[in-house]
Structure formats: structure tokens, C-alpha cells
């Protein structure tokens, strides 16, 4: 069974950046589309970022051109670079990773940004 393992939060200033990195035990990976989301305190989860197998990405338009997403296969990693971090981007935030009609999920990294 594919696990994932999030790391690379922390509370930072606004402004800062941080880079965040979801980690798998099985090969597949490599082969499975991935998403980061984020819940914040008292707020519904939000889908921040997601990519394919191939690469291709997309983003949510609050961290559209500050958050880039990327992936490298040969260390069955995805990676969710953020920059000019935000107050509003406080939450802890998970990797999620679609296998067939089912999804695995990480157990989540707190990202905490004060102005």
C-alpha cells in the first residue's frame, strides 16, 4: 500500500517562502495524479494545487503565480513550492494522491504565516 509523508511546513513571516514536499513508499507514484490541499481552522478544505503523471498543473486562482507545484518521479516526490506567502495561507495542508477510484491521503503539514 502507497503511504505519503508530508514535510516542510512551519510558520514563517509574510512575504517568506517555503517549499513542502509529499513523499511516497511505492514506485507508482510516479504514476498518479496528486493533489495539495489545505484546511484551515473553522474553513471548509480547499484544493490549492494539483498535477498529473505527466506534469501538467493547476492551481487555485488565491495562489495562482505565488505557488508552483512539480514533481520529480525518479524520487517518488511531488513538491509545492510557496512564495509571498499570505496570513490566509495559515492551514495545514495535505497531499492526496488518486489511485484508481480511490484516494490516499497524507497525514498533513501546519503551515502558519503571521504578518
Known amino acids: 500500500q502507497v503511504q505519503l509523508v508530508e514535510s516542510g511546513g512551519g510558520s514563517v513571516q509574510a512575504g517568506e517562502s517555503l517549499r513542502l514536499s509529499c513523499a511516497a513508499s511505492?514506485?507508482?507514484?510516479?504514476?498518479?495524479?496528486v493533489d495539495w490541499y489545505r484546511q484551515a481552522p473553522g474553513k471548509q478544505r480547499e484544493l490549492v494545487a494539483g498535477i498529473s503523471s505527466g506534469g501538467r498543473a493547476n492551481y487555485a486562482d488565491s495562489v495562482k503565480g505565488r505557488f508552483t507545484i512539480s514533481r520529480d518521479n525518479a524520487k517518488n516526490t511531488v513538491y509545492l513550492q510557496m512564495d509571498s506567502l499570505k496570513p490566509e495561507d495559515t492551514a495545514v495542508y495535505y497531499c492526496n494522491a488518486h489511485i484508481g477510484a480511490g484516494l490516499i491521503r497524507g497525514q498533513g503539514t501546519q503551515v502558519t504565516v503571521s504578518s
Open positions: 511505492a514506485r507508482i507514484f510516479s504514476l498518479l495524479p
